[in-house]
């Protein structure tokens, strides 16, 4: 059964709590602390697994937790840490935290392995509390506390070229005479139930992978029919193959059918739906009325969307469709699509109560913002990237402090400093 979607609970272990002892040795009258420093916590690891082509696994499993680092012990003996734990996950996989579906990081291209939850620091033991006017210190430090997150993981498939249409117009017969794919074939709806890839080898010429996504019908996007199931791999790709029944053999008119999967595929995802695509008018062995071939043409072509008549079954046309798509990918840009981070486990988890200052320093003319959780911001998000950037306006607005600036009354164009980053204030 091919698993493309999963929810999973995770969990990293707890750091071990400083241990409270003193020396008690024959002959030494005043033995001072030697409460040894707990371990810390083991860290959750998901890591890709070549041999896994689904998440299939995910369905039996759903909670995962890390070790927990042991207490301190007498004589200055460390606890032992907590075990990681490694989660094998397909190659294309996004990890998004659940309830918000933000994307936390996406494993794909040369993202192989990632610490996605560190487990807690051990706490100190007495020793380290020793001072002159303390020489017997009662007391330790705790552990740092397990973090804890649920999460979605969405597999992605990893394809150049995406082919869509509605079901029975020949995909699944293309992909097989195009590429090494042999997926099932049959003259009735929803043949294929899961997605396909294939490698399609050209001579003097690169080659691309393609993805054949189960058919599509009208309403897929609101969870009409399969194909809905499968939108998602498509995100990846940057051209899409539309195949059509030119024939109609099934009664269906094929200027009607294309408009009806780019409505689709605009309701899923607008982004999807303005990438290049290539029409091929499939099925012309069957084909009676030439006028119907013409129709389709006259509709796309004047849009800037090549129209090429194939046959899927005898190979005509198939030739020129793929070394126009080719020539196409190599005009693209070759890196491979990553869904950017946008949650940020660390920061998330961390106390919401942790304190923070606004004030107007005068002589710089600045208003300075400061506080231990402004500093974890900062360090986890990417100002340059321009989500990372809409992360971090969000983050001041929801947490007051665009409010207190405007309090101190600043305006438009003023300078605000956080710990070394310096920005103008705009509304």
């Given amino acids: 059964m091919f698993a493309d979607i999963a929810k999973i609970y995770i969990k990293s272990g707890k750091g071990g709590d400083g241990h409270v002892s003193f020396r008690r040795e024959k002959y030494v009258p005043n033995g001072g602390p030697d409460g040894g420093d707990g371990g810390d916590g083991g860290s959750v690891i998901f890591e890709v697994d070549e041999g896994l ?33 490694i989660i094998k996950i397909p190659h294309g996989t996004v990890i998004k935290e659940a309830q918000s579906g933000k994307v ?3 494993m794909s291209g040369d993202n192989r392995r990632i ?16 001072t002159s006017t303390m020489q017997a210190p009662k007391y330790a430090q705790p552990g740092q506390a397990a973090l804890e997150l649920e999460l979605q993981l969405e597999l992605k498939v990893i394809a150049d070229v995406g082919l869509v249409g509605f079901p029975n117009v020949g995909k699944s017969t293309f992909l ?3 590429t090494n794919a042999r997926p099932k074939i049959a003259n009735y709806h929803f043949t294929t139930l899961n997605p396909n890839l294939g490698v399609v080898d050209l001579e003097d010429a690169k080659g691309f ?18 194909g809905h199931e499968f939108l998602r791999h498509i995100e990846r790709t940057k051209l899409i193959i539309h195949i059509v029944d030119a024939a109609s053999t099934e009664g269906r008119d094929p200027v009607s059918d294309i408009y009806a999967i780019d409505k689709e595929l605009d309701a899923y995802n607008p982004e999807i739906a303005r990438r290049p695509q290539v029409i091929a008018a499939n099925k012309i062995d069957m084909l009676y009325d030439e006028d119907a071939l013409e129709k389709i043409k006259n509709e796309f072509e004047p849009k800037g969307i090549k129209v090429f008549p194939i046959s899927a079954i005898s190979g005509e046309g198939v030739r020129e469709l793929l070394y126009y798509v080719n020539n196409l990918l190599a005009q693209m840009d070759d890196k491979p699509m990553i869904f950017e981070q946008e949650y940020f486990p660390e920061f998330q988890t961390a106390s919401g109560n942790e304190p923070y200052t606004v004030v107007y320093d005068e002589d710089a003319d600045e208003y300075v913002v400061e506080g231990p959780r402004i500093e974890r911001m900062l360090g986890y998000t990417n100002l340059e990237s321009e989500k990372g950037f809409s992360f971090f306006q969000n983050f001041l607005k929801e947490n007051g402090i665009l409010e207190e600036l405007e309090a101190l009354d600043i305006k438009e164009g003023d300078t605000v400093r956080m710990y070394g980053l310096s920005f103008d204030y705009y509304k």
Avoid at 59 to 77: D, F, L, P, V
């Fill in 104 to 106: 936390i990081t996406d």
């Fill in 209 to 226: 992978v393609i993805a054949d996504i189960p058919g599509l019908i009208e309403g897929a996007s609101e969870g009409i029919g399969l």
């Fill in 176 to 178: 097989a005479r195009v």
């Fill in 53 to 85: 082509n689904t998440l299939t696994d995910f369905r039996h499993i759903r909670k995962y937790s890390a070790g927990n680092g042991e207490e301190g012990g007498k004589k200055n003996c460390r606890g032992k840490n907590g075990e990681d734990i």
């Fill in 115 to 130: 610490v996605l939850l560190k487990g807690g620091k051990g706490g100190k033991g007495n020793q380290h509390y020793a």
